[in-house]
């Protein structure tokens, strides 16, 4: 993405950013509608808290009152309840994987958080696996309900 | 392919940079090389980032920057066998990750 503006604080960084994040996650929700799939407050986990609570309370301040309006549009889907802006500890911040380069123990357990499997012996354990977390996520949804 | 295997598709400090005194290399070869990394990243997610980091440097590649792309080709040699799946029936949900760089 190309840069338009500089930035002040790693505040108005992350700010901005979740709200490029939250333009696409709303993109995401408008193509799921059309297959019939809804979804309400949409987790969106950022690892800047302090971006997290300027999104979540709308408070003037001498730090982030300089920021354009445009950017305050993730404020009203928030404020709708559309997405959820969490906050996130940096050790499970999955997007970390796509912005730097990382030490192998670190690069290892995000790329199986990305669900990346083996698929050399694609075998009658691996369904049986599937079939496993298919009726936990079932039983978890059920528990939602 | 007999080259040495590696665990991660980049070095943690490797930030590239122009290289501007480098050994320019062949550019037609670079930029084929980056397009059949970036057609595979569709299901390799993880050497998503290593890829365009190398791909800023098509316009003017050097020595260093083709050393890297070897580098993602050994990683994958190493990890051939990982894929993404998506099964049939499994119920899925939409998490957003936030981040900037």
């Known amino acids: 993405m190309k840069q338009n503006s500089v930035a002040l604080s790693t505040v108005e960084v992350e700010y901005i950013a979740a709200g490029a994040c939250c333009a696409q996650i709303l993109y995401m929700k408008q193509t799921w509608l059309e297959y019939g799939v809804v979804v309400h ?26 920021i354009d309006i445009h950017h305050h549009f993730l404020m009203d889907y928030v404020a709708k309840g559309d997405i959820s802006l969490e906050s996130v500890g940096i050790e499970n911040q999955l997007a970390n994987i796509f912005t730097k380069p990382l030490d192998e123990a670190r690069f290892c357990m995000l790329r199986n958080e990305l669900n990346m499997l083996d698929l050399s012996n694609f ?23 | 392919m007999d080259c040495k295997p590696i665990k991660t598709p980049m070095a943690t400090n490797g930030h590239l940079d122009l290289d501007e005194g480098g050994n320019p290399v062949d550019k037609t070869l670079y930029r084929s090389m980056i397009g059949s990394l970036l057609y595979l990243t569709a299901s390799r997610p993880d050497i998503l980032f290593s890829v365009c980091m190398c791909a800023r440097y098509q316009a003017m590649p050097m ?39």
């Not at chain 1, 407050?41 to 300089?66: G, I, R």
């Not at chain 1, 691996?126 to 978890?140: E, G, T």
């Open chain 1, 123 to 145: 075998t009658k354990k691996m369904k049986l696996c599937v079939v496993l977390v298919n009726r936990f996520c079932f039983a978890h949804h059920a528990y939602q309900k």
């Open chain 1, 41 to 66: 407050k949409v987790p969106l986990l950022c690892d800047n808290e302090s971006a997290v609570k300027l999104a979540n309370n709308a408070v003037q301040h001498s730090h982030t009152k300089h």
């Open chain 2, 63 to 101: 020595e260093s920057h083709l050393i890297a792309i070897k580098r993602i080709l050994r990683y994958l040699k190493y990890t051939s066998f990982l894929g993404l799946w998506y099964p049939k029936g499994a119920r899925f949900q939409l998490v957003g990750y936030s981040n900037s760089d």
